[in-house]
């Protein structure tokens, strides 16, 4: 739910913004198809022209955004968002939040799982494309020549986690260094990619909730709870291995 209000505050900084300058958004009501108006997005932001404040607002902003992308809003989704978010303030609003708290988390539960669920197919009609039996979509993108490790073995990986909007949770680069850890000891699309993998090869994994994750991403991760993820992993050596 943390992501959930935090991505409202996104929504906030906008709405706000245009109420001060006389321009809130028209109030909620039914229209008829043709008389709904296209939404325009908001001016490009150039960093340079604000005030070391405003830069602050416009990255608390970028930063909730991410976490909103993952609701897949509709343009006009997001107009009736902000009207609520306006009429909150003011003191006007229609509607009781707290009446709505059930279905506010079914709601952000059905968005992600659809958006989850769209990657799926997606990383599934790839070229390449393998989907094994728990699900999990592997795609080799580079093929290595030397060995596959074992489940028990020591890896050595460069790699990049995803969610499904595109944005990076995590990545060895900007340690600069590979990771090393056993292969039974992590997520279960790892232990299952990875070792179809040869040391030297690259590939991409997509991994349903239930084989990352579940209900419990890491604490203080961007990750919410049985999300879709995308590794693209690099398998660079497998430490300790004596095989000949």
């Not at 990255?59 to 968002?81: C, M, R, W």
């Not at 393998?130 to 060995?147: D, F, H, N, W």
Request: net charge positive; with cysteine.
């Amino acid at each position: 739910m943390r992501t959930m209000w935090m991505a409202t505050l996104a929504l906030v900084l906008g709405a706000t913004g245009a109420h001060a300058q006389g321009g809130a958004p028209a109030p909620v009501k039914k229209a008829e198809p043709a008389a709904k108006a296209p939404a325009t997005a908001p001016a490009a932001v150039d960093p340079g022209e604000l005030t070391e404040e405003q830069q602050t607002i416009y990255a608390l902003g970028a930063s909730v955004g991410k976490d909103l992308s993952l609701f897949a809003l509709t343009p006009e989704e997001v107009q009736i968002l902000q009207r609520g978010m306006v009429d909150g303030m003011a003191g006007t609003a229609a509607l009781e939040p707290k009446e709505f708290a059930p279905k506010i988390q079914a709601f952000a539960k059905s968005r992600q799982a659809q958006a989850g669920n769209a990657a799926l197919v997606r990383a599934a009609r790839e070229p390449g494309a393998v989907k094994l039996p728990s699900g999990v979509i592997y795609r080799e993108t580079q093929a290595g020549t030397g060995k596959s490790p074992r489940a028990t073995d020591t890896v050595k990986v460069h790699y990049e986690g995803r969610l499904v909007d595109g944005s990076i949770f995590d990545t060895s680069a900007k340690r600069g260094i590979p990771v090393e850890f056993p292969l039974n000891g992590v997520i279960p699309c790892w232990t299952q990619g990875v070792s179809r993998m040869k040391v030297g090869g690259k590939a991409k994994l997509t991994c349903p909730g239930d084989t990352a994750y579940g209900e419990r991403p890491p604490p203080g991760s961007r990750i919410p709870p049985n999300a879709v993820l995308t590794f693209d992993v690099e398998l660079v050596a497998i430490p300790g291995d004596t095989r000949q």
